[in-house]
């Protein structure tokens, strides 16, 4: 089993990508968007590569530009998920996080501010 963090593509209507984010999860997961606060305001990471065909949603081989927020609560539980998009949710402690998803959401949570 391969887990990975719930994503989406940006809509007409978002303002902001870390709203597109917040939409993404809450639409995915069925969690109470009034009870989710983003960890920081700058991305976790920004990953670049190719993504391959995929003849079974009729898409062709392309790139994506993946940008990642991470996303903190202390009693949002997961709502209703969607089934076409994902197949589970959950949330984790951080260091669970990290040895699941990868270090870059430890290190970048825990990274002091950046100014300027």
Do not use: C
Not at 12 to 24: K, M
Not at 39 to 48: F, G, K, R, S
Not at 66 to 78: E, L
Request: overall charge negative; glycine content about 8%; hydrophobic content about 35%.
């Amino acid at each position: 089993m391969r887990i990975v963090p719930n994503g989406g593509h940006l809509e007409p209507t978002d303002t902001a990508l870390i709203d597109a984010a917040a939409r993404e999860m809450t639409e995915e997961t069925g969690v109470d968007p009034g009870k989710v606060f983003p960890a920081l305001q700058t991305p976790v990471y920004i990953e670049y590569g190719p993504v391959p065909a995929r003849p079974e949603k009729n898409e062709p081989e392309h790139y994506h530009l993946d940008i990642g927020y991470s996303f903190t609560t202390a009693h949002a539980d997961v709502g209703r998920i969607q089934e076409s998009e994902v197949t589970g949710a959950a949330w984790y402690p951080l260091t669970a996080a990290e040895r699941l998803v990868g270090n870059r959401i430890a290190r970048a949570v825990s990274a002091p501010p950046r100014i300027g």
